[in-house]
C-alpha cells in the first residue's frame, strides 16, 4: 500500500476506494467512484490494486477536493465522483488522461 492510502486508510469496496481524512480532531469517511479513478486518473480497470494506484496517482488533486468540501455538513460518508475532478485534470493538460 502506498504512502496517501496508508495515511488515509484507503480501502477498495464495491467498485470504490473508501478512505478517511482528519479534520479539527475529527475524522470524515470519503468514497471515490471506480469511474472517477478510471476517467480523472488512469486506472487501466476497476481492480482494487489498479483503483489503488489511481488514487496515489491522484492525491493532490482528491486532497484539494477533500479540502474544499470539508465545509459541506455529511451525516455519513462524503460522495467524490468524476465531476469533482474534471476540470482539474484538464487544466493540467490531461497528464492524468492516459488510459
Known amino acids: 500500500m502506498t504512502k496517501f492510502a496508508k495515511a488515509t ?6 467498485g470504490y ?9 475529527e475524522d470524515r469517511s ?6 472517477a479513478l478510471v476517467q480523472g486518473f488512469g486506472a487501466r480497470d476497476t481492480t482494487a490494486s489498479e483503483l489503488l494506484d489511481a488514487f496515489e496517482r491522484g492525491r493532490e ?7 474544499q468540501s470539508l465545509n ?6 462524503t460522495e467524490l465522483g468524476s ?3 474534471s476540470q482539474r485534470t484538464e487544466n ?3 497528464s492524468h488522461e492516459k488510459m
Open 17 to 25: 476506494i473508501r478512505f478517511n481524512w482528519k479534520h479539527e480532531g
Open 30 to 35: 470519503f468514497e471515490i467512484s471506480d469511474e
Open 83 to 85: 465531476g469533482d475532478f
Open 61 to 67: 488533486q482528491i486532497s484539494r477536493a477533500v479540502e
Open 92 to 94: 493540467q493538460g490531461g
Open 72 to 77: 459541506t455538513p455529511t451525516d455519513g460518508v
Open 9 to 14: 486508510e484507503a480501502k477498495y469496496h464495491d
